[in-house]
């Protein structure tokens, strides 16, 4: 009977032998070298986390980016892009970034001024006329000298973005003069010189989250806020408002960030190659912002029960005027260094 079982094992095991040569289970060759397969073990992947919505100048400056780190680096680096908060907000980026929990975010710069105060340098009202203030200002060198206070937080400052110039929106009544909003509630983003902005014109400021506006919006928590017409459209603010003013008052801009860890691991030839990406970027993004931003003002011009009105030159210049305590505001409260003074060599009276 033993003799009999170990007859069995082994004529099990012959044929379990003989099945896996023929079928090439055992002394296998390698399988071939896939092209596909080449650089996997090397690329460097950068995750970019922002907060809007895709089809926005940020969102869409995002996907060109990461087009054109790809294509420049040759696929070395591939940049995932997550939009809409899907990664994390912008209450809780900042942080992220610096924990090294992802490697690019592209705040608000108004958001960022609460660790860097003299950015609020930038949400002075009616500091910029035109779009190409804003570019040389933000693209030069007073942009440069702004990224490199970022530099005690360990992050790298790749550059700004532009969204456009911010206008009014209210849910129930229209904005036709600045003393139409005393008495509102007025959603704004934390900076201490955007509050100021508001509380001279007798509204409340409420600094919330962008992810929250419309929800507060719709339950009228807020009564107003301020927004390029871009963000309004994509974002659906007009669903739950009815008017929107065309006031220009403020620029609505982004810090382009990346974990400085990060940044000095890269080899210096790929570093090289984003900031090629970064600039191109960012000249496409500008151009960009303006015609998107028009094309979207159109499209809620189109909506049903939204009233868009435009402020008189008049209105605009009394809104300016009553606004002139944020700037006394800003010199004595905030102003680290003569930024304004080089920024208002460029703008135009």
Request: without cysteine; glycine residues 4%; aromatic residues 10%.
């Amino acid at each position: 009977m033993k003799k009999f079982i170990i007859g069995t094992i082994a004529t099990v095991l012959l044929l379990t032998i003989a099945f896996g040569v023929q079928q090439g289970l055992l002394f296998a060759k390698p399988l071939p070298y896939d092209d596909e397969q080449k650089g996997l073990n090397t690329q460097i992947t950068i995750h970019l986390s922002h907060v809007v919505a895709e089809n926005t100048p940020k969102g869409q400056a995002a996907s060109k980016f990461a087009e054109l780190v790809e294509k420049k680096t040759n696929g070395k680096v591939k940049v995932h892009v997550y939009p809409n908060s899907s990664l994390f907000n912008d209450e809780n980026e900042f942080q992220a970034l610096q924990n090294g929990q992802v490697e690019m975010i592209i705040p608000t710069f108004s958001k960022m001024t609460s660790y860097i105060p003299n950015w609020q340098v930038l949400d002075l009202p009616y500091l910029f006329n035109t779009d190409d203030e804003v570019h040389e200002v933000l693209t030069g060198s007073i942009g440069e000298q702004l990224l490199n206070e970022l530099k005690p937080f360990h992050i790298k400052g790749l550059g700004f973005w532009h969204n456009g110039f911010k206008h009014l929106t209210s849910v129930d009544h229209p904005i036709h003069a600045f003393e139409d909003l005393k008495g509102l509630r007025v959603r704004t983003m934390p900076s201490k010189t955007l509050e100021k902005q508001f509380e001279v014109v007798g509204a409340t400021p409420i600094p919330t989250s962008f992810s929250e506006v419309f929800t507060d919006l719709e339950s009228n928590t807020i009564n107003a806020q301020e927004n390029t017409a871009s963000n309004i459209y994509s974002k659906g603010f007009y669903k739950v408002q009815k008017h929107m003013t065309l006031t220009k008052h403020g620029i609505l801009g982004y810090a382009v960030l990346m974990n400085d860890k990060f940044w000095r691991s890269l080899p210096s030839d790929i570093q090289q190659q984003v900031m090629e990406a970064m600039k191109e970027t960012t000249d496409w993004q500008f151009e960009q912002a303006v015609e998107m931003n028009e094309e979207d003002l159109q499209k809620l011009k189109q909506q049903e029960n939204f009233e868009i009105y435009t402020m008189s030159n008049k209105e605009r210049q009394r809104f300016k005027d009553k606004l002139a305590p944020v700037y006394d505001f800003y010199r004595n409260n905030v102003q680290e260094n003569d930024v304004l003074s080089e920024i208002e060599k460029i703008v135009s009276p």
